[in-house]
C-alpha cells in the first residue's frame, strides 16, 4: 500500500514529522517497507533562468547559454536541445550533480572548445518521463532559484507499508490514518460523504437473480446514474496523487474510481450508461459464458464466479474486473456507478481461477466496510459532479445489508494478564474509541466493533488493539529464572542409550540398516505379534499391513537381498522401534542384529568358522556394557520360539530379561532362502536399571595396584546341564577383593570323565593391593574359590 505525505494529512490533521509517521507505522503493526523521498534525488538542482542562447561557434546542433541560478552567479553551459531559447526558464543541475536518468555524475568540462558548467535537464534524463526531445521548459512565472522539486511539485514523500491480511481496513490512507490518530499522532478529519439526493429517477435499476441474504456472494449493491458529463484527462493535482503511487491516470471518471479505491478502501466502477441494455442484474455466471474484461483478456466463467450482467450478456467480474465493450471513453456522457459488497471468500476463490490480480480483488477478498456501499457511492457522487460536471439520479439499491454488527466485553484486568502491559482505563477507551469501536461501561467495558474491521472476533482481539495502539514496545523484558547453575544434558540417560548402542555395534564390525516399522501379517505372527491393535488401516503397501513385533523379520529380508546381490556373509543391525501391542507400554526400543554365514572366512592363521550362538552373544552383552548394563547377568534358556531351541537363551538380572541370543530356527532361515547359520540378538534398551544418583559430587580415584597380578587354573567336575557361567560366577565372587577376573578355558567331556559330566576348567586371576601374597594366603583363596563353586553348583575339584 502507498501513500504520499500529503495525502495522509488530508485525513490526519498533524505537525508530525516524516520520521514520527514513519516509526509510528512500524509499531502500530503498518510496517514501513520503503520511504522514498523525491526531492531527495533532486537535492541541489534548481531553476535556472536562460539569459542568453547562442549558437555555438563550433557546432550546428549545439548552444551556448548563460544561465542564471538565482544566486548572483550566471554559469555557461552547452545545450543541444533544439528548444534552448533566450528567456526561457528549466531545470538546472550544477557540476557535481548526479543525473539520475543517465547515471553521470556531471563534471566541468569544455564541449568543442567551449566551457560547459553543468546541465539544463529533460524529463526523461531526471526520470519524470520518456520525453526527451528537449529541455524541461518551465512557465514564466516560477521563481529561479527554486528548488527543482519544489517547482516540480516533487517535494511529497511516498510511503509504502505492508498491511497483513487482516487489517484490509488499512488498504485505504483514511484507515491509516485512523490507526495514526488513535496512537495519538494527531487528529483525524471525517470523510466528507455529504448525501445528494439526486435531480431524478434512475433510468437503470439494480435486481439480483437470487433472493438476497446477508450471506449471498454479493448481499447488496447500490449504484447511481449520471448524465450529462465531460470526461477527459483529470486535473493535475490528481494526476499526480496516482502518478506517485505508480498508478496511470486514464481518465477523469477512472481516475476517481481509483482514488476512492485507494483513499477509502472503496472499490467502485462505473458503466458507460448508454452502452447498457436496461437493468443491471447481480447473479452467477453461467456455464461457458465469457466476458473480455478491461485488461483486454477474454475469461471464461462458470457459476462459481459473481457476475454484473445486462440483457445482452455479462460486464463485470464482480469485485474483480470491469468488462471493456462498457468501459468509459473519452466521449462518454452518461454513466453507471456501481458500489456492491462481495463475500471475499469467493472473490478470492473466483480470482484464483481465474487468475486475475487486480486492486478492486485485492481489497475484497479482504473484506472491506459494508456499510461503505452508501457512504462511498456518495464520495464518487461528490467528486465526478466537481470534476466532471452533469446530474445525478437517486441512490438505487438492490439486496440486504451483511449483519456486522457484534458486541464483545473486555475485562478492566485482560490487558495485563495476557500482555504484561498495565494499560489505565480511561487510555484503553480512549484507544477503542479513536480506532472506531462503540464502549460503554466503566470496566468491564462492552465493545461494538465498527463496520470495517471484520477480524476482530473475541476479546483477545481487543486486548490486541489496545495493546498495539499503547505499544509492544511497552511490553516488560523478563528474563526466565534460571533453573541451575549448571547445565543440563539434552537427552536422558534412557534416551542416550540409542547412540551409545549404534557406536557399540559398528566398533564390531556391524553395518545399520534403516527398516520400515511394519511387515506382513505372516511374518508378524511368526514372530510374536499380529494383533487386531497393530494393524494398519491405510499401509503404504498391501503387504506391509501390520507393525513390527520384532526388528529381526526385516533384518533377515535386508541380508537375503545382501545375498541375491552377491554381498555374502552380512552383518547388520538396527536400533528402532518395535511394537508388541498398541498400547505405549507395547512399544519398546531395541538393538538388534543378525549375523549370516561366516564368522571368520578361509584364512591361513587358522580354519574358517560360521556364525554361532556364541557371535550372538557377544554382541548383545557388547551393547549391554555400552549402556551401563550391571556386569552380573546370567545367561540361562528360554528365548522365544523364533531362535534355535537348543541354540539360543536369554541374558537376565534376576528375572528381568535383558536381551536374547542365539541361532535363529532353521525353518526361519529356509524361508528366507539363506545358506548358512543365522546369528541373532535382540537387546532391549529400556531393561538395565537406570544409574543411581550419587551420594556424593567426589569423583573415584583410580586405584593401581604395584603388585603383580597371578592367575591360577582350576578343573572342576560337573554335572553336563550346568551352565558354565553358573560356575564361574561363583568362583568370582569366592572373594571380590581378591578376586579380578575369572574365565572358561577348557571344556572336555568323554574317556576319563564319568558319563553325565563334564569337566570345566577355569583360569581365575589374584590381584594383591597391599602387598604380595604368601603361599598360605593363596591356599586360603583357592580353598575359598573351591568351596564356593561346590556350593553354587556341585562341582568337585578334578584330580
Not at 311 to 330: L, P, R, S
Not at 355 to 360: E, K, M, P, V
Not at 632 to 654: C, E, I, M, V
Request: net charge neutral; charged share 25%; hydrophobic share 40%.
Amino acid at each position: 500500500m502507498k501513500f504520499t505525505l500529503s495525502w495522509l494529512k488530508e485525513h490526519l490533521e498533524t505537525d508530525a514529522t516524516l520520521v514520527q509517521v514513519r516509526d509510528t507505522l512500524t509499531m502500530l503493526g503498518l510496517e514501513v517497507e520503503g520511504l522514498t523521498d523525491p526531492a531527495e534525488a533532486l537535492k541541489g538542482f534548481v531553476v535556472g533562468y536562460v539569459v542568453e542562447a547562442v549558437q555555438h561557434p563550433n557546432a550546428d546542433r549545439l548552444r551556448v547559454c548563460k544561465v542564471d541560478t538565482g544566486s548572483g552567479t550566471v554559469v555557461q553551459v552547452v545545450c543541444g536541445a533544439p528548444n534552448a531559447r533566450t528567456g526561457m526558464k528549466g531545470i538546472f543541475a550544477p557540476t557535481g550533480s548526479y543525473i539520475p536518468g543517465t547515471g553521470i555524475t556531471l563534471k566541468a568540462s569544455k564541449i568543442r572548445g567551449e566551457e560547459s558548467n553543468g546541465m539544463l535537464c529533460s524529463s526523461r534524463e531526471l526520470q519524470l518521463g520518456d520525453d526527451h526531445s528537449g529541455i524541461i521548459d518551465l512557465p514564466a512565472e516560477t521563481v529561479t532559484g527554486q528548488s527543482a522539486a519544489e517547482a516540480l511539485g516533487l517535494g511529497d514523500a511516498v510511503i509504502e507499508i505492508k498491511v497483513t491480511p487482516n487489517r484490509g481496513d488499512c488498504l485505504g490512507v483514511h484507515g491509516i490514518a485512523r490507526d495514526l490518530a488513535a496512537a495519538g499522532l494527531g487528529t483525524l478529519k471525517p470523510v466528507k460523504a455529504d448525501r445528494n439526493a439526486g435531480s431524478y429517477a434512475s433510468p437503470i435499476k439494480w435486481t439480483h437473480d437470487y433472493v438476497p441474504a446477508p450471506d449471498s456472494p454479493c448481499p447488496i449493491v447500490v449504484g447511481r446514474h449520471f448524465r450529462g458529463v465531460k470526461n477527459g484527462p483529470s486535473p493535475d493535482w490528481l494526476q499526480r496523487r496516482l502518478k506517485a503511487i505508480g498508478l496511470r491516470p486514464i481518465s477523469t471518471l477512472v481516475d476517481i474510481t481509483n482514488l476512492v479505491t485507494f483513499d477509502l478502501n472503496r472499490p467502485l466502477h462505473v458503466f458507460d450508461a448508454a452502452k447498457l441494455s436496461g437493468d443491471l442484474v447481480m447473479r452467477q455466471a453461467r456455464e461457458g459464458e465469457q466476458i473480455l474484461a478491461l485488461d483486454g483478456k477474454t475469461y471464461t466463467l462458470d457459476p462459481a464466479v459473481s457476475v454484473i450482467a445486462d440483457a445482452k450478456g455479462v460486464h463485470g467480474i464482480g469485485g474483480i474486473m470491469g468488462g471493456e465493450e462498457t468501459g468509459v471513453q473519452e466521449s462518454t456522457t452518461e454513466v453507471f456507478l456501481e458500489a456492491a459488497y462481495f463475500q471475499p471468500i469467493g472473490i478470492a476463490a473466483s480470482g484464483r481461477k481465474l487468475g486475475i490480480l487486480s486492486d478492486a480483488r485485492y481489497r475484497n477478498e479482504r473484506g472491506i466496510d459494508p456499510e461503505s456501499c452508501w457512504w462511498g457511492a456518495e464520495v464518487a457522487t461528490r467528486l465526478i459532479l466537481d470534476l466532471c460536471g452533469g446530474e445525478c439520479s437517486e441512490l438505487v439499491s438492490s439486496g440486504v445489508m451483511p449483519t456486522w454488527q457484534r458486541s464483545y466485553t473486555l475485562r478492566t484486568d485482560r490487558v495485563q494478564t495476557l500482555t504484561g502491559i498495565e494499560v489505565s482505563s480511561a487510555d484503553t477507551v480512549s484507544i477503542l474509541s479513536k480506532l472506531g469501536f462503540g464502549v460503554e461501561g466503566s470496566g468491564p467495558w462492552t465493545a461494538a466493533v465498527p463496520s470495517w474491521r471484520p477480524d476482530i472476533v473475541g476479546e483477545a482481539d481487543l486486548v490486541e488493539e489496545v495493546t498495539r495502539v499503547f505499544g509492544f514496545d511497552k511490553i516488560p523484558t523478563t528474563s526466565l529464572p534460571p533453573v541451575s547453575t549448571m547445565s543440563r544434558p539434552v537427552r536422558d540417560p534412557l534416551q542416550r542409550r540409542t547412540p551409545q548402542a549404534r557406536r557399540a555395534l559398528a566398533a564390531r564390525g556391524m553395518n545399520e540398516a534403516v527398516t520400515w516399522s511394519f511387515l506382513p501379517l505372516k511374518k508378524a505372527e511368526r514372530f510374536g505379534g499380529g494383533g487386531a491393535d497393530v494393524r494398519l488401516l491405510n499401509s503404504i503397501d498391501a503387504t506391509l499391513d501390520t507393525m513390527r513385533p520384532s526388528i529381526l523379520p526385516n533384518l533377515i529380508d535386508a541380508a537375503s537381498r545382501n545375498e541375491a546381490r552377491g554381498l555374502s556373509d552380512p552383518a547388520l543391525f538396527e536400533v528402532g522401534p518395535q511394537y508388541k501391542d498398541a498400547t505405549p507400554q507395547g512399544q519398546r526400543t531395541v538393538a538388534a542384529g543378525i549375523r549370516h554365514n561366516m564368522a571368520v572366512p578361509r584364512n591361513w592363521a587358522g580354519p574358517a568358522r560360521t556364525v554361532d550362538a556364541f557371535d550372538a552373544k557377544a554382541d548383545a552383552l557388547a551393547v549391554l556394557a555400552a549402556v551401563g548394563a550391571p556386569d552380573t547377568l546370567a545367561s540361562q534358556a528360554g528365548a522365544p520360539n523364533w531362535y534355535h531351541p537348543g541354540r539360543s537363551g536369554a541374558l537376565k538380572l534376576g528375572d528381568r530379561v535383558m536381551a536374547y541370543f542365539g541361532e535363529l530356527h532353521p525353518e526361519i532361515v529356509a524361508a528366507a532362502d539363506l545358506k548358512g547359520p543365522v546369528a541373532a540378538f535382540e537387546v532391549f534398551l529400556d531393561a538395565p536399571p537406570l544409574p543411581k544418583a550419587k551420594a556424593t559430587k567426589a569423583r573415584p580415584k583410580l586405584v593401581l595396584s604395584a603388585f603383580q597380578p597371578l592367575e591360577r587354573d582350576f578343573a572342576f567336575l560337573v554335572d553336563a546341564g550346568v551352565e558354565a557361567e553358573k560356575l564361574v560366577r561363583a568362583a568370582r565372587n569366592a572373594d571380590k577383593v581378591m578376586i579380578t577376573a575369572a574365565r572358561v578355558f577348557d571344556l572336555y567331556a568323554g574317556k576319563g570323565v564319568p558319563e553325565g559330566k563334564k569337566s570345566l576348567a577355569i583360569a581365575v586371576t589374584l590381584q594383591p593391593v597391599e602387598r604380595t601374597l604368601t603361599d598360605a594366603e593363596i591356599e586360603a583363596v583357592s580353598d575359598k574359590i573351591v568351596a564356593a563353586v561346590a556350593k553354587a553348583t556341585g562341582a568337585v575339584l578334578r584330580g
